[in-house]
């Protein structure tokens, strides 16, 4: 009895290990499931029961990153995605490794295109500039969901952070308050929309899910480049490839910001007043 119950106990683990894989990176699942075709070496080559479960874990990193930088970008090709710059190309760069490391930075190629234009206008125009994109897509079929986004499920579309001043400083920051890139947000000033507040009152309890559990801490070190997020937005809109863009209204206000490419998301998104989210 309690042998079987062990035994469903670690069924049940790989399952949990499995989904929250599949759903997180979109490919840690089944790489997961290829790893442990290698459990029976492991178990032969080290005697150590102690040093079975890192045997095990550490075969398994090696093949999930040895896929993640050198195996999926050539597998995403067909499916008409490409990845994003892993380190800082033409001023732009992902503002968390780990986005790239979970393949969340596959988008199309007309979109990586438009997203190093932008950047590298940006740069022209301040070479102090950074531009750090967030989620962007995973790299294999379309109308696959990648959570917690709605729409995010066909390469077209990306999400930047906004652009900050470092607080001690003045100068410009090529970092950004949140440690997962959302979350941090640029709260609306007395007399501004509160847009949050009024999906709250609608019922709309996601709208802010990610203000509420984001460690806010590092928030104090930054102040919102308001000069530079004005061009950036310009820029972005400017772009003949870029037809829709999501920021939060009072922003979109505080910033003169006049383009029809500029929609509300409505309340059953998430708050845009902690990065920008961009599509073809
Ligand atoms: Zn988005």
Not at 11 to 23: A, D, K, M, Q, R
Not at 156 to 175: E, Q, R
Not at 225 to 244: G, N, P, Q
Request: aromatic share 8%; net charge positive.
């Amino acid at each position: 009895m309690i042998q079987q119950a062990l035994r469903f106990t670690r069924i049940l683990s790989h399952v949990v290990v499995f989904i929250l894989l599949t759903v997180f990176t979109q490919v840690g699942g089944i790489i997961y499931l290829l790893s442990r075709r290698t459990h029976p070496l492991i178990m032969r080559k080290v005697s150590q029961p102690v040093l079975q479960p890192l045997a095990k874990l550490g075969i398994f990193l090696l093949i999930y990153v040895v896929s993640t930088l050198a195996v999926i970008p050539l597998l995403a090709k067909p499916f008409g995605k490409v990845p994003l710059p892993l380190f800082r190309t033409s001023h732009l760069q992902p503002l968390r490794l780990a986005t790239c490391l979970m393949n969340r930075h596959y988008v199309r190629p007309a979109l990586k295109q438009a997203v190093l234009e932008i950047a590298d206008k940006m740069g022209r125009q301040h070479p102090e500039t950074t531009v750090n994109y967030l989620d962007g897509g995973f790299p294999f079929f379309n109308s696959y969901p990648m959570l917690p986004h709605l729409s995010h499920n066909d390469g077209k579309k990306l999400d930047l952070a906004f652009l900050y001043l470092d607080k001690t400083s003045g100068a410009p920051s090529d970092n950004a308050p949140s440690i997962i890139g959302y979350g941090v947000c640029e709260e609306p000033r007395p007399g501004e929309l509160n847009t949050a507040a009024r999906c709250r009152e609608q019922g709309y309890k996601c709208y802010d899910a990610l203000r509420q559990i984001v460690p806010q801490q590092h928030k104090q070190h930054y102040v919102f480049d308001s000069m530079r997020m004005k061009e950036l937005m310009s820029t972005i809109t400017a772009h003949a490839e870029i037809h829709k863009v999501y920021i939060e209204p009072h922003l979109r206000t505080r910033l003169g910001l006049d383009s029809d490419k500029i929609r509300f998301h409505g309340c059953g998104a998430v708050r845009h007043d902690d990065h920008i989210h961009i599509q073809l």
